[in-house]
């Protein structure tokens, strides 16, 4: 905690020294919002833009766009595409120098670090606007090394779990507490499966519950340290061999499904069986419940939201509250003032977010968020469960306990995680859970080696 203060300390520091260059202009002089604001005129200028995500985001944010553009008269080429396919075009695209001027980043934005183009001059001369944002929501998107705001955040995110009431009646099961364990989950699982013949759970993030184990195993754990230069727990296997031997162990049972469904399934929400009654748990990011649930909607499904389970009910969530994605202006576009307003306009535009309706994360602007909440067609049963989650998972005394950026070794990791341990193990390619939990341990340190020394 007292990292994560002096952080948004030096945040705050760090827009307070830049704000005098720029004297001349008031504070708070291109808030969308104000009563007689003008946009400016973009005739005959364009702009590209590119993003990832549902079906759901996609028209979202396709209105949002067409509203821009009648407002400014920009030009707006967009492009869109599923979270997998998303990245591998991104790459291409950066190997070209081709980027568009807006793209949507993640928090793995230290692999990608030289195609954006930092924002701090942009806030620094108000043309985003930042006078209803706090300094601890702006912190989200910051590389804590230098300073430099890589972004601005779609929104607020947490990573949690879906679950289908009426199969937990069905199967008299107690529903997940705000601190339900994995012994817990599992006890769930076993009795689900038992009862309806089919998977308890399809879908899960690995890599996450590994880190989030790891930080759940002993007060001071953490997978990255706050600055995101080192691990943070002390080589400490056991934890991560604790949940390779609970959720293999699962799956052999047939309480988790196999890899095959859960590859077919992949990162599409909308796709996972919870959203058509054969399944009752999937873990998601919380701004994906919207789409979720539309989908299990239509099949006269009704889903929750909880958190996800610990190792002790006293002991630490390993959930946080971070960035969900943010939009990035590329490094090499001639068009930073065009794209600095969109993005001003994309984050703290009530009507453009009454659109958006947080379904990218909880809005970091909060008038926008104010708004939301007053507007009873715009906060229904399920932005309201999504509000709930994040206040809870907020109020959790370790929910600051992690970096807001994932180093560059992550991915590499991260996919190794997976593919060879997670799945290895499941496919009989160690001795046992702490076998393949040191050897993970041995080659993510020999990947961190490799980045290191580029």
Request: contains cysteine; glycine residues 6%.
């Amino acid at each position: 905690m007292k990292k994560f203060m002096v952080v948004l300390l030096a945040v705050s520091l760090m827009l307070s020294m830049m704000a005098p260059a720029f004297a001349e202009k008031a504070e708070g002089w291109n808030n969308v919002n104000a009563e007689g604001y003008t946009f400016p005129d973009y005739s005959g200028k364009k702009m590209t833009i590119m993003w990832w995500g549902s079906d759901t985001r996609a028209q979202m944010t396709i209105q949002m766009i067409e509203l821009y553009e009648k407002l400014t008269g920009l030009d707006i080429e967009y492009e869109y595409y599923d979270g997998g396919s998303y990245w591998t075009q991104f790459q291409a695209k950066m190997a070209a120098d081709a980027l568009p001027d807006v793209f949507q980043m993640g928090n793995n934005w230290l692999t990608y670090y030289d195609t954006i183009y930092p924002l701090n001059d942009l806030i620094a001369d108000g043309t985003i606007d930042t006078t209803s944002i706090s300094q601890a929501m702006l912190a989200t998107t910051i590389n804590q090394a230098n300073g430099d705001v890589t972004g601005m955040s779609n929104g607020t995110n947490a990573r949690c779990f879906a679950y289908n009431p009426a199969i937990f009646d069905e199967c008299g099961v107690p529903y997940p507490t705000d601190n339900w364990t994995w012994d817990d989950f599992a006890a769930a699982c076993r009795t689900i499966h038992e009862k309806t013949g089919n998977p308890a759970v399809t879908t899960l993030e690995y890599n996450s519950l590994a880190y989030s184990t790891v930080t759940q195993w002993k007060e001071g754990y953490n997978f990255y340290s706050m600055d995101g230069t080192s691990f943070a727990f002390n080589g400490d296997t056991a934890p991560i061999a604790y949940i390779f031997d609970l959720l293999t162990t699962l799956q052999k049972e047939g309480c988790i499904a196999d890899y095959g469904i859960q590859n077919e399934i992949g990162t599409n929400v909308e796709a996972d069986w919870i959203a058509y009654g054969d399944a009752a748990i999937m873990m998601l990011s919380s701004n994906q419940f919207q789409a979720l649930s539309n989908a299990a909607k239509e099949n006269g499904i009704t889903l929750n939201l909880c958190t996800i389970p610990r190792v002790y009910p006293d002991g630490q969530s390993g959930m946080v509250v971070r960035s969900s994605q943010e939009m990035c202006i590329y490094s090499k576009t001639e068009n930073k003032e065009i794209a600095a307003n969109f993005i001003n306009f994309f984050v703290n535009s009530i009507e453009a977010n009454k659109i958006l309706n947080c379904e990218r994360g909880v809005s970091i602007n909060s008038d926008v968020l104010a708004a939301l909440k007053a507007d009873t067609e715009k906060t229904d049963e399920v932005t309201s469960k999504i509000y709930t989650i994040i206040d809870l998972i907020g109020s959790f005394p370790d929910a600051a306990n992690s970096s807001p950026a994932e180093p560059a070794a992550n991915e590499e990791i991260s996919d190794s995680l997976k593919k060879t341990y997670f799945q290895g193990l499941a496919a009989g390619n160690f001795e046992s859970a702490q076998d393949a939990a040191d050897k993970f341990w041995a080659e993510a340190q020999t990947i961190w080696a490799k980045y290191e020394n580029q």
